[in-house]
Structure formats: structure tokens, C-alpha cells
């Protein structure tokens, strides 16, 4: 059997990060949001395990490898061959990694001799990395603690956005060491719907650089992705996303994609068997 699972990727409509806690790690308040970005896993039964990847630099320890490993310490899980194929870049804030580890997680019971419960793949999601619960769940949520505890919001209307990704990598560690050596108050959830991340006080010059050049092509909101460094305007049309794209492609030194918002039925890791794929 081979299975193809796409992953999407997502952006933070609002992003608020606490103080550290009793154990050194900062709590967040943020609002999830899936985009039609996708890592593409393919993944079939096999002799012995292989795992392959059209980025060479794709370490060995890396979160769908890491999500395999911790489900056999749960259960059954049988040999399988993985093939990534990575169209969301990494260290960008838009939660490729995350999303690839939830695409094995939720394929896993095709392959699986005793299925796993949505309970312990819940839990295993959380010990790969804050941010794959959600993508578990998809579509627009809330997340507290530090990204694991989630509350699936209504779908919103479709929207259209840009996302940039400059030529600079943001360690995700390294950011939030740059949050705490300024500290600040930590913001609730706004009643308004006031984008905000305070990840934003920290980024790079390059990234502030192109949310300024999204506004100007015409983006009603600009903000930063995750803790970066990519960054995404949202605009009033696909016709006004692919304008602005189009001037974005004679850029140098930067990625850019037109995407759009997607719902909770079609964000959480597309599943389709082999035969059945374009």
C-alpha cells in the first residue's frame, strides 16, 4: 500500500508569548491559521525503514523520524519507506517540520496492525513539537499553553495572501532568547481581532523591509509568520495576490508564494491513496 499525504502550512493571525515558566519555557496565546502551502509525504510499506527527501539537508533526526520512533514505543508500528518532498521552507515560522510529523501521525493507522487512539497520537504530537497538535486539528484555532492546548474555531471566510520568505533563517530558540532580554507585558486574546506577534520585535530588518513592500503592492495586513522569518500580506483578491506576487518574482534573494486560507476539512494532512493522486 502507498499512501500520499499532503501537509500544509500555516500562519499565526495573532501570536502573543509569556514569560518563561516554572520549567524555562514560555507559554503563548495564538490563533492558528492552515494556508495551502504543502510538504508532500509519501509514505508505502516496506522490508526495512527508508526515508528520503528532495532537500539534502534534511537531518536525520528530524520530525517525521521522530514522530516514527515515538509511536513504536506505543505500539506496533511496521517497517515503511517515507519520501518528503519539501515545498515549505524551514526556519520560516510556517510550520513545515510540524506539519510533516502530523501528516505521519494521522497516515499511521493505514499502516498500523492495531490502530493508535486519537488520545496517544495526541500525545505524541505534543512531544515532537508544540506546534504539530495543531496540525492534527487544521483549519483556524486557538492555542494556549505552549501551543498544545487547542480550541478549533469556526471557519472564516477564504482569504488570499502573500507569503515572503527572505534570504535569512530564524532559530526558533534564538528568538524567543531575543524576547527575553527586553521584557514585556504579555497580551490576552484581542475582542477586536487586532493582528499582533510579538515575535515582531525581534525580527530581522528584512523581514520588516518586506512587510513594508506588501503593504505597498496593496496588502490590507501585513505581519510576521510564526517567529519568522517568513512574512505574509493578506489581500482583497486572488487577482490582487497574483499582482503582487508578480512584482515579487523579479526580486532577488527572497521565496514567494500566492496562497489561500483553508478550511478545517481541508487543511489537516490531505490523505489520498496512490492511485487516486495526480
Not at 31 to 54: G, K, V, W
Given at each position: 500500500?502507498?499512501?500520499?499525504?499532503?501537509?500544509?502550512?500555516?500562519?499565526?493571525?495573532?501570536?502573543?508569548?509569556?514569560?518563561?515558566?516554572?520549567?524555562?519555557?514560555?507559554?503563548?496565546?495564538?490563533?492558528?491559521?492552515?494556508?495551502?502551502?504543502?510538504?508532500?509525504?509519501?509514505?508505502?510499506?516496506?522490508?526495512?525503514?527508508?526515508?528520503?527527501?528532495?532537500?539534502?539537508?534534511?537531518?536525520?533526526?528530524?520530525?517525521?523520524?521522530?514522530?516514527?520512533?515515538?509511536?513504536?514505543?506505543?505500539?506496533?508500528?511496521?517497517?515503511?519507506?517515507?519520501?518528503l518532498e519539501k515545498r515549505i521552507p524551514s526556519q520560516a515560522g510556517l510550520g513545515g517540520g510540524s506539519?510533516?510529523?502530523?501528516?505521519?501521525?494521522?497516515?499511521?493507522?493505514?499502516?498500523?496492525?492495531?490502530?493508535?487512539?486519537?488520545?496517544?497520537?495526541?500525545?505524541?504530537?505534543?512531544?515532537?513539537?508544540?506546534d504539530v497538535p495543531f496540525f492534527l486539528v487544521g483549519g483556524r484555532a486557538i492555542g494556549e499553553g505552549?501551543?498544545?492546548?487547542l480550541t478549533a474555531l469556526d471557519d472564516a471566510p477564504e482569504s488570499w495572501l502573500v507569503v515572503v520568505?527572505?534570504?535569512?533563517?530564524?532559530?526558533?530558540?534564538?528568538?524567543?532568547?531575543?524576547?527575553?532580554?527586553?521584557?514585556?507585558?504579555?497580551?490576552?486574546?484581542?475582542?477586536?481581532?487586532?493582528?499582533?506577534?510579538?515575535?515582531?520585535?525581534?525580527?530581522?530588518?528584512?523581514?520588516?523591509?518586506?512587510?513594508?513592500?506588501?503593504?505597498?503592492?496593496?496588502?490590507?495586513?501585513?505581519?510576521?509568520?510564526?517567529?519568522?522569518?517568513?512574512?505574509?500580506?493578506?489581500?482583497?483578491?486572488?487577482?490582487?495576490?497574483?499582482?503582487?506576487?508578480?512584482?515579487?518574482?523579479?526580486?532577488?534573494?527572497?521565496?514567494?508564494?500566492?496562497?489561500?486560507?483553508?478550511?478545517?476539512?481541508?487543511?489537516?494532512?490531505?490523505?489520498?491513496?496512490?492511485?487516486?493522486?495526480?
Open positions: 500500500m502507498r499512501v500520499t499525504v499532503h501537509c500544509p502550512a500555516k500562519i499565526n493571525l495573532f501570536l502573543s508569548v509569556g514569560p518563561k515558566d516554572e520549567i524555562g519555557y514560555h507559554p503563548i496565546r495564538t490563533i492558528f491559521q492552515a494556508i495551502d502551502l504543502y510538504d508532500t509525504l509519501t509514505i508505502e510499506s516496506a522490508q526495512e525503514d527508508l526515508m528520503t527527501c528532495n532537500w539534502p539537508d534534511l537531518p536525520v533526526s528530524n520530525t517525521v523520524a521522530m514522530s516514527q520512533n515515538l509511536l513504536r514505543e506505543f505500539g506496533d508500528v511496521p517497517p515503511l519507506s517515507i519520501h506539519s510533516d510529523a502530523a501528516g505521519l501521525l494521522r497516515t499511521i493507522n493505514r499502516f498500523a496492525p492495531i490502530p493508535f487512539s486519537n488520545e496517544k497520537l495526541h500525545e505524541v504530537a505534543c512531544a515532537v513539537g508544540s505552549y501551543g498544545e492546548r520568505k527572505p534570504d535569512v533563517s530564524i532559530s526558533t530558540p534564538e528568538a524567543y532568547r531575543a524576547l527575553d532580554e527586553d521584557p514585556f507585558p504579555w497580551l490576552g486574546f484581542p475582542l477586536d481581532g487586532t493582528n499582533h506577534n510579538d515575535f515582531e520585535r525581534v525580527m530581522p530588518r528584512e523581514c520588516e523591509f518586506w512587510m513594508k513592500h506588501l503593504q505597498f503592492l496593496g496588502a490590507k495586513q501585513v505581519q510576521l509568520c510564526g517567529s519568522g522569518s517568513a512574512v505574509f500580506g493578506i489581500f482583497v483578491s486572488k487577482s490582487a495576490a497574483e499582482t503582487a506576487n508578480h512584482n515579487l518574482k523579479s526580486r532577488p534573494r527572497i521565496q514567494s508564494w500566492v496562497c489561500r486560507t483553508i478550511s478545517r476539512a481541508e487543511s489537516p494532512t490531505q490523505l489520498c491513496d496512490s492511485t487516486d493522486c495526480a
